[in-house]
């Protein structure tokens, strides 16, 4: 019983890494169902650790790193793919950092993840929850 939380968890994981798999092969709405997936997964091992009070340090840090690829890595490697996307370029499938813009996609991309990286680190070091 205190192992299903951690397995939602982990189900988040995977729905987060296989939203980047699809996501790097261009299929952005399916590896948004993906995340949506994860959101889930991320309520259901809350409401399960709560209702069977399984709490542990493991699940702790495992569920932020879960979260941190689902709802920061992808969201930000989704926006990476939109502008560049978006960009005007030769090829469809040429990208350039050594244009201005290639830089600031990568800025704007990772803020997400980044910021996500920071809150979750917050969240873990809080002791009043």
């Not at 995977?14 to 709405?29: P, Q, R, V």
């Not at 493991?58 to 939109?82: M, N, Q, T, W, Y």
């Not at 960009?87 to 991309?109: D, K, N, Q, V």
Request: net charge neutral; hydrophobic share 50%.
């Amino acid at each position: 019983m205190k192992h299903i939380p951690n397995t939602f968890t982990s189900l988040n994981l995977t729905s987060g890494f296989l939203a980047i798999i699809f996501i790097l092969n261009g299929n952005i709405m399916t590896a948004s169902w993906c995340i949506l997936a994860s959101m889930i997964f991320d309520f259901l091992d809350g409401f399960a650790a709560r209702a069977l009070k399984a709490y542990s340090e493991l699940g702790r840090e495992l569920d932020s790193l879960a979260d941190l690829v689902s709802f920061g890595v992808a969201p930000g490697l989704i926006v990476f793919k939109l502008l560049t996307s978006a960009a005007p370029s030769t090829s469809p499938y040429s990208f350039s950092l050594t244009e201005s813009t290639g830089y600031i996609f990568i800025f704007a991309a990772a803020i997400m993840p980044v910021c996500s990286a920071l809150r979750l680190a917050k969240f873990n070091l809080d002791t009043t929850q």
